[in-house]
């Protein structure tokens, strides 16, 4: 698979995941690899405020659900991509219900912005414990930056927040353009693209997690700023 693929739509990149997990746990059995994560954004019709807003976390935490999708493995593929579907909108139910993780706090902090906030990962293929060190990045990041390209054209965010500084180098800087593009004050934790008539504002943040409040208070004010219409 070619870059030159970047105009692919979002279900086929979602096919192409269940795919690539095959091929990646194929490679080594081994591989204490987590089931793929798949985005989904069912309320499209329901914006508030801004608008829609993408939030791009790392990775999924622990298997995300590897037994339940292991055991769909005779399916087609898209049965398996369905029941990954089905994963991403339990988690969200159980979110949007409890008090959970710093990350969760900032996701219902964003939706007072606009909405929905629809949640995404850098890498769609995580592993057990921790995040997806270099040889799991280069494995999926052709297919994580088509992907992403593919979210925000068929999500049509207002704002891209990006929370973490993680695959920087494999989807990030290749996806929205090297720092050069990015502005940056001289003394917060996050940079920024402006928006434009075609394009999504992007902020990029430290992850919220053992952040004090008044810090992640200054990228939502940021976030609320380019969010603002044209």
Known sequence: MKEADASICLSECQRRWIKKFDEMRNLD?????????????DSLDDQTGAGPILL???????DWRRKQFLSAAGGSTEERVGERRKA??????????HQFSAFWRFWKHLSKIGSPVIWTNLAKIGV????????YLKA???????????????????????TGDYAKSE???PVFGDRSRWKEPPDYEF???????????VLWTDHPERKLNFRVQRWLDKARELAQPL
Do not use: M
Not at 29 to 41: G, I, N, Q
Not at 128 to 135: A, F, R, V
């Open 56 to 62: 791009v976390g790392k990775a999924t935490d622990k």
């Open 171 to 173: 989807i990030v800087l």
């Open 191 to 201: 940079c920024w693209i402006e928006r434009t008539i075609s394009k999504p504002a």
């Open 88 to 97: 991403t909108r339990h988690h969200l139910d159980y979110v949007s219900q």
């Open 128 to 135: 057990l414990h921790g995040n997806p060190g270099h040889k």
């Open 140 to 162: 999926q990041q052709e297919l994580a930056r088509i992907t992403l390209r593919a979210e925000i054209s068929e999500y049509r965010p207002v704002l891209v927040v990006i």
């Open 29 to 41: 059995a081994d591989l204490e690899l987590a089931a793929p994560f798949l985005s989904v954004a």
